[in-house]
T-cell receptor, first 116, second 112 residues
Framework: AQKITQTQPGMFVQEKEAVTLDCTYDTSDQSYGLFWYKQPSSGEMIFLIYQGSYDEQNATEGRYSLNFQKARKSANLVISASQLGDSAMYFCAMREARSGTYKYIFGTGTRLKVLA | DTAVSQTPKYLVTQMGNDKSIKCEQNLGHDTMYWYKQDSKKFLKIMFSYNNKELIINETVPNRFSPKSPDKAHLNLHINSLELGDSAVYFC???????????FGSGTRLTVV
């Protein structure tokens, strides 16, 4: 079963507008972590934001915020005031614990294109 | 100053060859990982080491052998390369197992 689901393979957004990238997850763990990474065309993976399952507040990092809805098992990334440099692949990931170790599962990614 | 460095960045080789990818981190992190990103951009964990000890070994052909001489290094050796091994391989590290990753810049392996 897919643990991390990103249903939007590609999205467009106009420069300076906000955009929401969807992520739903599936876990029976009580303690888990959710992450978003950005992969520009140059290929590197850049950590954006983290949300712990016990965190009461939604995480924010500059223009990035994570809309965490635990009951719905969703962890959507919101990018405000989009910039051309935000054009990239975005991956949602979940940390889960198995047999005393932690493993990260990645979604299939959403390609975001910011239009001038 | 590079936090997680991988070499080489590009690797083109013929089927059947043996090759290695090296990874070093200078962040003092305890845990290091190898991930494979396929042509559809899907990232899948291959191996994880914590303080030189193998802790995750996913279903990976035994042609792939990781080696961690110390906690700052995690190398990946691949024997008898096949066309399907073509992918981008990412090394990553984290302070503890449950922290976020710092990724290397990736190694694009092309098997011809």
């Amino acid at each position: 079963a897919q643990k991390i689901t990103q249903t939007q393979p590609g999205m467009f957004v106009q420069e300076k507008e906000a955009v929401t990238l969807d992520c739903t997850y599936d876990t029976s763990d009580q303690s888990y972590g959710l992450f978003w990474y950005k992969q520009p065309s140059s290929g590197e993976m850049i950590f954006l934001i983290y949300q712990g399952s016990y965190d009461e507040q939604n995480a924010t990092e500059g223009r990035y915020s994570l809309n965490f809805q635990k009951a719905r098992k969703s962890a959507n990334l919101v990018i405000s005031a989009s910039q051309l440099g935000d054009s990239a692949m975005y991956f949602c990931a979940m940390r889960e614990a198995r047999s005393g170790t932690y493993k990260y599962i990645f979604g299939t990614g959403t390609r975001l294109k910011v239009l001038a | 100053d590079t936090a997680v460095s991988q070499t080489p960045k590009y690797l083109v080789t013929q089927m059947g060859n043996d090759k290695s990818i090296k990874c070093e981190q200078n962040l003092g992190h305890d845990t290091m990982y190898w991930y494979k990103q396929d042509s559809k951009k899907f990232l899948k964990i291959m191996f994880s080491y914590n303080n030189k000890e193998l802790i995750i070994n996913e279903t990976v052909p035994n042609r792939f052998s990781p080696k961690s001489p110390d906690k700052a290094h995690l190398n990946l050796h691949i024997n008898s390369l096949e066309l399907g091994d073509s992918a981008v391989y990412f090394c990553a590290s984290s302070l503890y197992q449950n922290y976020g990753y710092t990724f290397g810049s990736g190694t694009r392996l092309t098997v011809v």
